[in-house]
């Protein structure tokens, strides 16, 4: 299911947007986060929690095969991906917020995926097996999102006037590839597509949207600001499912266990992008009535 387009490009890819990221970035938003601590705890309790919760329920009640079940655990398990930031950079989300939540869930991530797919193994397989998250991929994911984004602050910091010409080109990218995502995730999965959609397509589905509801309106209902909470719902809804899938095919060595992150790739920027308008336009009616 992996290809050197995912392996290779889309790293680089999400490296050059990151840097624009960067670009919109100074130390006193990440001094700004530190001192609302509430935002990150309530988010992780989100995804470590509430979304495992739900997705353990939406195996049992929908009765997914074992390995699909399994599948399923394994990529709510999984940490946000990189893709995240750039939704939040697009439709006006926490950045800094974000990308602490990246960092931090993809460091918590090494401890509870292991436990949480362990339990599902067992739970829905009944055998022994064992899965270890390899450091490697923690370190990939650091690599990806810290890295860039600091080299980016670096050039705000020391080339002001170069940072403006950057900021339109690097938006325009982050546009477009935005879309060649959700066309490639299509057609890369055509031959496949309507095999997989049968097996798990309603499953992903739930479980994207309630990973979106779920990640905006627990923090807004719990006092978190618009601009933080959509910062965690595409935390909590773009999952890294491309760790999801390589963890399936190589440390499980099984292509069925990746069939629903690979699924759920196709969905959850597809869903990302209409939730996020549709959080903007909402965003936007309110700020006219407030102004009325």
């Known amino acids: 299911m992996d290809s050197g387009i995912i392996t290779i490009m889309l790293p680089l890819a999400l490296a050059i947007i990151m840097i624009g990221l960067g670009l919109e970035l100074t130390p006193k938003d990440f001094a700004r986060v530190s001192k609302h601590p509430k935002a990150v705890l309530i988010a992780l309790f989100c995804q470590l929690v509430l979304l495992v919760g739900i997705a353990f329920v939406i195996c049992k009640v929908l009765a997914l095969p074992p390995l699909l079940a399994v599948g399923l655990m394994l990529l709510a398990a999984s940490p946000g991906g990189s893709t995240a930031n750039l939704f939040s950079y697009l439709f006006k989300g926490d ?65 002001p006037h170069f940072t403006e010409k950057l900021n339109k080109p690097l938006r325009i ?18 031959a496949h597509i309507l095999e997989y959609l049968t097996q798990v397509g309603l499953a ?26 959509r910062a965690c719902a595409f935390e909590i809804g773009i999952h890294n ?31 990302a992008a209409i939730f996020g308008a549709l959080i903007s336009r909402h965003a936007t009616q309110e700020s006219v009535i407030e102004r009325a």
């Open 95 to 159: 950045i800094a917020l974000n990308i602490t939540l990246t960092a931090i869930n993809s460091v918590i991530a090494a401890f509870t995926l292991p436990l949480i797919v362990n339990f599902s193994i067992q739970y829905f397989m009944n055998d022994g097996q064992q899965i270890s998250m390899q450091f490697s991929k923690i370190l990939q994911v650091f690599a990806i999102i810290l890295v860039p984004v600091c080299i980016g602050m670096l050039i705000r910091h020391y080339a």
């Open 173 to 190: 990218f982050s546009v477009v590839f935005l879309i060649l995502i959700i066309i490639g995730a299509i057609a890369k999965e055509r």
């Open 204 to 229: 992903t589905v739930i479980f994207c949207i309630c990973s979106l509801l779920i990640g905006y309106f627990v923090p807004r209902l719990l006092g978190i600001n618009s601009a933080q909470a």
């Open 241 to 271: 499912s491309t760790l999801a899938m390589t963890i399936a095919l190589t440390v499980m060595a099984n292509s069925t266990v990746a069939m629903p992150a690979a699924v759920y790739s196709i969905f959850m920027y597809i869903f």
